[in-house]
């Protein structure tokens, strides 16, 4: 899941006909003050972020003058929010709201089909909605082969409790919103608040985007506007955790490597993905391991996307020893893994006789990979030993390598 900024996915929407406020995005105070005065009306200043809740983060301000937008902006771009530095700043007229309402769009994993949320309230969340206003929410999942016909949109928001004339007009909104949702290939689709003006206009006041990252090859569009990887991170990613993005997106068509780099920690972890690999982090800890990282491969990528994992891994300050290892459920060639860990290997200039390496791997082309691996000097074990107590063999290394590790007040 790609994330877009608020102002993104506005612009987005008023492409498909959606009325948004009208905004700009500023960099500095000073620029804030000169979009404030181009609006010649009292604006909204929000933290550009990709983090909701910003509102009870005190990253959303509102102005009456250019000079207060100014004065405002200056304090948001001082801000972090949800571990972002802010260093952008939406710019937005303030919209005269009569009413607000909700309406997302999202992908229902039970059921495997796109629903429909609406509610006649708006501007809280919506589970605190569907808990004390229960007939204020309606649901409604949508055929991928029909998509949203314009009698459907109208029953949703009829369920919700909306009559008459704005009926209309909502239903033609979450059409749109609908379209939206199918033409970028989103995950969420969220408006809260979907607001009803003074002047009876129905817009989107604040939005929430985020698009399929598998689906990016069809929208050259968004190139540079959304943050790969960004579906996985509580905080904005590193420089190490990008490159390894743009290493899995290099070649997204076959396998995946991901990367999450954490603090400290001493051992590369490179692992198959799913459960085993969490198992496979716990044993290492158990065993008084400190990974450098959680990592983890599947779907059989290719050598290339598995030697830009490694070098990845291996890449970070303090790594002193790589863990390989995977279940034979992974799906995945070994010997293809070997090639790309021994490559990563040759090309850091690591030797294994002194730099700890241990592998565990299980599947196809086992004999090869251990041949490999023996070539280039790596300890490998198959299916005869477990993941645990390979994890166990990991750190029995790093001790032999690092006398003192692990101990209190020993080698860190």
């Keep these: 899941m790609a994330r877009l900024l608020e102002n993104q996915s506005k612009d987005l929407l008023q492409r498909l006909g959606i009325a948004v406020p009208r905004h700009g995005v500023a960099r500095d105070s000073q620029e804030a003050r000169r979009l404030a005065a181009e609006l010649g009306k009292a604006v909204v200043l929000k933290a550009l972020v990709p983090v909701g809740k910003r509102k009870k983060a005190g990253a959303i301000k509102f102005a009456g003058s250019p000079a207060e937008a100014e004065t405002l902006a200056r304090e948001l771009l ?39 949320i609406v509610s006649s309230m708006g501007g809280i969340d919506v589970e605190e909605l569907s808990r004390e206003h229960p007939d204020k929410v309606a649901t409604f999942h949508v055929d991928p082969l029909l998509g949203l016909p314009d009698y459907a949109a109208r029953q949703v928001w009829a369920e919700a409790g909306i009559t008459g004339k704005t009926l209309q007009a909502l239903a033609g909104v979450l059409v749109k919103l609908y379209k939206a949702f199918e033409q970028y290939d989103a995950y969420i689709l969220e408006v809260n608040p979907l607001v009803i003006t ?45 490159r390894v993005v743009e290493v899995n997106e290099a070649d997204p068509y076959r396998g995946t490597a991901r990367y999450t780099e954490m603090d400290g920690g001493d051992i590369g972890f490179m692992c198959g993905g799913g459960g085993g690999s969490l198992l496979l982090f716990d044993a290492l800890v158990h065993h008084g391991g ?10 059989n990528p290719p050598e290339d996307k598995v ?9 970070k300050p303090g790594v002193k020893g790589l863990f390989v290892a995977q279940n034979i459920t992974n799906n995945t060639q070994v010997d293809i893994v070997a090639r790309g ?72």
């Excluded at 400190?290 to 779907?299: D, H, I, M, T």
């Excluded at 030697?307 to 890449?315: E, N, P, Q, Y």
């Excluded at 294994?352 to 196809?364: D, K, L, Q, T």
């Excluded at 990991?394 to 692990?406: F, K």
């Design 290 to 299: 400190r990974p450098a990282n959680y990592s983890e491969f599947g779907g």
């Design 198 to 242: 003074a002047d009876g206009e129905v817009a989107a006041a604040a939005t929430v985007m985020a698009v399929d990252d598998s689906a990016m090859y069809r929208h050259p569009e968004l190139a540079g506007t959304v943050q790969m990887g960004a579906e996985r991170a509580w905080r904005p990613l590193t420089d190490l955790e990008r």
């Design 341 to 412: 860990v021994v490559r990563a290997l040759e090309e850091m200039k690591i030797d294994p006789s002194s730099f700890p390496v241990v592998v565990r791997e299980a599947g196809v082309n086992e004999e090869e990979a251990r041949r490999i691996f023996a070539r280039a000097g790596v300890e490998y074990y198959g299916d005869e030993v477990t993941m645990a107590e390979a994890a166990g063999r990991m750190v029995e290394r790093m001790r032999e390598a690092y006398p003192g590790y692990g101990a209190e007040g020993g080698e860190r």
């Design 307 to 315: 030697c830009g994992l490694a070098r990845g891994i291996l890449s």
């Design 78 to 116: 001082g801000m972090k929010v949800g571990g972002y530095p802010v260093a952008e700043v939406l710019v937005e007229e303030r919209l005269n709201i009569a009413r607000e309402l909700y309406a997302s769009l999202a992908i229902d994993r039970r059921r495997k089909l796109p629903v429909v």
